[in-house]
Nanobody, 121 residues
Framework: QVQLVESGGGLVQAGDSLRLSCVASGGTFSSLVMGWFRQAPGKEREFVAGPPRSGGSTYYASSVKGRFTISRDNAKNTVYLQMNSLKPEDTAVYYC??????????????WGQGTQVTVSS
């Protein structure tokens, strides 16, 4: 079983940057696929960044493309989400997720507890 712990959230102003971190334990990190989701109040959870479901280049939600970047450091068992030019609409709880690829299909199996990001205007 994989445990995921996010950090790095906080209250910032519009235009600021934040870097979220997610440390994984309990699995072979280098073999895991990692992604970031977010959920704003009253809205459904949204896939923000990570490997797409059926392969291909890294997916970014259209609302964050060009502003957010996902990266990973296998030596530190950590995945990051660099968020630049933050907007009030980026306010949400951000979750990292880990998963695998089976028969060419990516699934997310484990989730962190989330970290709150609040962007004031």
């Amino acid at each position: 079983q994989v445990q995921l712990v996010e950090s790095g959230g906080g209250l910032v102003q519009a235009g600021d940057s934040l870097r979220l971190s997610c440390v994984a334990s309990g699995g072979t990190f280098s073999s895991l696929v990692m992604g970031w989701f977010r959920q704003a109040p009253g809205k459904e959870r949204e896939f923000v960044a990570g490997p797409p479901r059926s392969g291909g280049s890294t997916y970014y939600a259209s609302s964050v493309k060009g502003r957010f970047t996902i990266s990973r450091d296998n030596a530190k068992n950590t995945v990051y989400l660099q968020m630049n030019s933050l907007k009030p609409e980026d306010t949400a709880v951000y979750y990292c997720a880990s998963g695998t690829v089976v028969a060419g299909r990516r699934t997310f199996d484990y989730w962190g507890q989330g970290t709150q990001v609040t962007v004031s205007s």
